[in-house]
């Protein structure tokens, strides 16, 4: 049984690729754990010698097909749990982050499965995350970063980034939530904020919440 640490490390390596194509460096992903580079490159070392990740000094981070496998299956835990906490337990999607960072740990498989069955084996978290599937497989949604949408696209919002809990409490009062139709009017000069139409109005967003939504492309 991989420890919690070694759970968690995968899977935040995951999260950095999963919606683009870069790897990790050291650096950056000490940076998403919040510890310290000295930390993660010693643990770096030991998920490399347990096969779970290639790494050469001083170079990028990549999961190898064991890591890969320990991450989705961590990945699923989390948004399965997240998923669960908003629809039975009536959390709200900036609450549940936390939560399900502790619970995916303790629950087993079986009852993980329970779970997602009691709720249609849904295939998204409540932010729009690809929930795996029991075996693995993921489908990601062709979509768009709203910073890079062109002038004048249109598209359902189909994820926004989790990591901030007051700026999903901001784009829902907003009307920027999964599923709402966003049409993307233009950049405002010198502020850098793109202005989008909603069904409750227009809005401008600044260029860090503009990096946290994806829209259909």
Not at 190 to 211: F, N
């Amino acid at each position: 049984m991989q420890s919690t640490a070694a759970e968690d490390y995968v899977k935040a390596i995951y999260h950095h690729t999963e919606w683009q194509a870069e790897p990790v460096t050291p650096s950056q992903l000490a940076a998403r754990l919040g510890l310290a580079n000295s930390t993660v490159t010693e643990m770096v070392k030991k998920l490399a010698a347990a096969g779970l990740v290639h790494h050469r000094p001083y170079g990028a981070i990549e999961l190898t097909a064991e890591g890969r496998g320990l991450a989705m299956r961590q990945v699923r835990r989390h948004r399965v749990v997240e998923t669960w906490l908003v629809e039975r337990h009536g959390y709200d999607w900036d609450e549940v982050h936390d939560e399900a960072e502790i619970l995916e740990h303790a629950l087993s498989d079986r009852l993980l499965d329970s779970i997602a069955r009691s709720l249609g084996d849904p295939v998204r978290d409540p932010h729009g995350d690809p929930i795996p599937a029991a075996d693995g497989t993921v489908v990601r949604p062709d979509a768009v970063l709203l910073a890079e949408a062109p002038l004048g696209h249109e598209g359902a919002v189909v994820r926004i980034a989790d990591h901030d809990p007051a700026m999903l409490r901001f784009l829902a009062e907003a009307g920027v939530s999964l599923d709402a139709a966003i049409t993307v009017l233009g950049q405002k000069p010198y502020s850098g904020s793109i202005q989008v139409r909603t069904a409750t109005g227009t809005v401008d967003l600044g260029p860090d919440v503009a990096r946290a939504v994806w829209l259909a492309a």
